[in-house]
């Protein structure tokens, strides 16, 4: 990443404490999450654990309502994806190839669903579910998610677009291609990574939802729901601990890697959850 | 086949927009503007007690039930809360910022840049589960409190009314560590943006100008850096005064707004008091969002 601003100086001692110390305030707690998958404690947070054990990760593999919402989780959040993918990807083109009225409403509109407190779209979502007497399912669920995911989609691809010369997609047409060539073999490859960058976002952000679908869900429990309801009555404390190291695992590694490819674009894509 | 639809289309562009457009633009009026508009006029019906049905006429009895002592007192709380989880926040995150934007080297600052981004999209619900585990009465804070011999200090700050409680797990000193903790990210990122855009020359000629790196720092980069603390201001202000998660795991029986929000559409099913309570997080963030675009702020978001 160039960096224009890089000064070369050496910060002061207090500076770089300080600095430091911001850096361990948000990365240590969740380690002692994964610290706590390791105690024999039951009922409290005793620490130090009074001794280490591996069986509730064996006892978690066996809870059958666990592997229910695991999957009711990774079926919306991949329905989530894919529908924010091909609506973020419309949008983001529709945006670069052409100025008309209300284009910059467009970005604002997409934006709204992340930027306003979760509880609004959950509320907003809940009353017009009601009205209109629309049973919970999956469904609404999923339709909940994919609000806010598009315009994680939507940023990384425009973003992409912005950079990408428009002179390619000229020469492509001028070579004799037609559009669904030109958008196969030259804007497909182009923007690739920016799509899979913003569908990684969108999968995690929709995977660890809780706000929204507390709103969205009835009776349904996703692997979010169901660690709230845990902190809100524990009843399995230990296993909630292998659950949420599980959540953050499987959060991480696309959020890690949808960070690399857009720190590799050398821009900064996202932002605002 | 394909090649003449695609002549047909690109003699129109016009249909090809809308193609483009209508998909995105039909579902988020349908799925999220629509609602939002209903949850919006629904806060200008009131609920009649009696009867416990919503009565759908234009009213602002409901906007001015925000004002009763209950509810005046949930707001003054959150609104608190809100400013304390703002002023830590800027604090804690004004060297991290500082540190990347001006000294970390190009490789470390990809790194740091990274390790700063991934809490703001990781799971929120779990980062103040883990908070769960650290605050607990025999948990790992205690234990530290303990072995600095501070467990003194620490019962005499929860002894206080309207902060303490009976351990830091429920205690609204724990959800204030909780909220700036949870928010951090999103204080760090605007003014460390702001900070990258303070050129370097701006720093050596105040200095050779016979500036004192402190009077660099107080009169040259503060100034510079405020709209990204601004910026982040308005994230953490705005985004602790909807949140329902934090209060309802750590709090106790007095409610912040989203707690309040969360309970008057659920067990009450008082709808028009929740969207009007809701109302002020939203227009604080519509303002928010409106000045950002004029400052062309919405390219980088």
Redesign the interface.
């Known amino acids: 990443?160039?960096?224009?601003?890089?000064?070369g100086?050496?910060?002061s001692w207090g500076?770089?404490l300080?600095?430091l110390?911001?850096?361990l305030?948000?990365?240590v707690?969740?380690l002692?999450?994964f610290l706590?998958t390791l105690t024999p404690d039951e009922t409290?947070?005793?620490?130090?654990l009074p001794g280490i054990t591996f069986k509730w990760f064996g006892v978690a593999l066996q809870r059958p309502d666990l592997w229910r919402a695991l999957t009711l989780s990774l079926r919306v959040a991949s329905v989530a994806t894919l529908?924010a993918l091909?609506?973020?990807t419309?949008?983001a083109?529709?945006v670069y190839?052409?100025r008309?009225f209300g284009r910059?409403a467009?970005?604002?509109?997409?934006?709204?669903?992340i930027?306003?407190?979760?509880?609004?779209?959950g509320?907003?979502?809940?009353?017009?579910i009601g009205?209109f007497d629309i049973p919970f399912s999956y469904w609404t669920i999923i339709?909940?998610h994919?609000?806010f995911c598009?315009v994680v989609v939507?940023?990384n691809v425009l973003a992409r677009f912005r950079r990408m010369q428009g002179s390619q997609i000229e020469a492509s047409m001028d070579l004799g291609a037609?559009?669904?060539?030109t958008f196969r073999y030259v804007v497909f490859p182009n923007i690739a990574t920016a799509l899979l960058a913003g569908g990684m976002?969108a999968f995690?952000?929709s995977f660890?939802e809780?706000?929204v679908t507390t709103f969205t869900a009835g009776q349904q429990t996703t692997l979010?729901v169901w660690?709230?309801s845990q902190?809100?009555r524990p009843r399995d404390r230990p296993v909630?601990?292998v659950v949420?190291m599980l959540?953050?695992l499987i959060?991480?590694l696309p959020?890690?890697f949808?960070?690399?490819i857009s720190?590799q674009g050398s821009d900064?894509e996202?932002?605002?959850? | 086949m394909?090649?003449r639809?695609?002549?047909y289309?690109?003699q129109r562009?016009g249909l090809?927009?809308w193609l483009?457009?209508g998909?995105?633009?039909a579902?988020?009026l349908v799925?999220?503007?629509?609602?939002?508009f209903?949850?919006l006029v629904?806060s200008f019906y009131y609920l009649e007690e009696f009867t416990g049905l919503i009565v759908r006429e234009f009213t602002l009895r409901t906007y001015a039930q925000i004002f009763d002592i209950a509810n005046r007192e949930i707001i003054l709380r959150t609104t608190a809360m809100a400013a304390a989880v703002t002023v830590v926040d800027a604090l804690?995150?004004f060297?991290?910022a500082?540190?990347?934007?001006?000294?970390?080297?190009?490789r470390l600052?990809?790194w740091?840049?990274?390790?700063?981004?991934?809490?703001?999209?990781?799971?929120?619900?779990?980062?103040?589960?883990?908070?769960?585990?650290?605050l607990?009465k025999?948990?790992?804070l205690?234990?530290f409190i303990n072995l600095l011999h501070l467990d003194g200090a620490l019962n005499w700050l929860l002894s206080f009314e309207g902060i303490g409680g009976s351990s830091l797990a429920l205690s609204p000193i724990g959800m204030f560590i909780v909220f700036a903790?949870i928010w951090?990210?999103?204080m760090?990122?605007p003014i460390q943006?702001a900070?990258?855009?303070?050129?370097?020359s701006l720093?050596e000629a105040s200095g050779d100008l016979g500036a004192k790196p402190i009077q660099t720092f107080r009169t040259v980069i503060l100034p510079l850096a405020f709209p990204g603390v601004v910026a982040g201001s308005i994230?953490t202000f705005?985004?602790t005064?909807?949140?329902?998660?934090v209060p309802?795991?750590l709090g106790n029986s007095k409610f912040f707004i989203?707690q309040a929000?969360?309970s008057y559409?659920g067990t009450a099913g008082n709808?028009p008091l929740?969207?009007a309570m809701?109302m002020g997080?939203?227009v604080i963030?519509?303002i928010?969002?409106?000045v950002a675009?004029r400052l062309g702020a919405?390219d980088?978001?």
Not at chain 1, 44 to 48: A, G, K, R
Not at chain 2, 112 to 134: C, G
Not at chain 2, 241 to 245: E, R
């Open positions: 990443m160039p960096s224009k601003s890089y000064s100086q050496k910060a500076l770089t300080a600095a110390g911001g850096l305030f948000l990365h707690p969740i002692i999450i706590y409290t947070y005793t620490f130090p529908i091909v609506l973020g419309l949008a083109a529709a190839r052409t008309f910059e467009i970005s604002f509109m997409l934006v709204l669903p930027a306003l407190p979760g509880i609004v779209t509320i907003a979502l809940r009353s017009a009205s339709i909940g994919a609000t598009v939507y940023n037609n559009s669904f060539q976002l995690a952000l660890d809780v706000i979010p660690i709230f902190l809100t909630t601990n949420a959540v953050m959060t991480f959020i890690f949808a960070q690399r720190a900064i996202g932002g605002g959850k | 394909f090649q639809i695609s002549t289309l690109y562009p090809v927009l483009m457009l998909p995105p633009l579902y988020m799925v999220y503007l629509g609602p939002l209903n949850l629904n804690i995150a060297p991290l500082y540190y990347i934007a001006k000294f970390a080297s190009p600052k990809t740091l840049i990274i390790a700063v981004t991934i809490p703001l999209w990781s799971s929120y619900l779990v980062r103040v589960y883990a908070w769960k585990l650290i607990a025999e948990g790992i205690s234990w903790y951090l990210p999103y760090i990122i943006t900070l990258e855009r303070v050129p370097v720093l994230f705005s985004l005064l909807g949140d329902f998660i309802l795991t989203g929000v969360y559409q709808i929740a969207a809701t997080p939203v963030m519509i928010y969002l409106l675009r919405f980088a978001l």
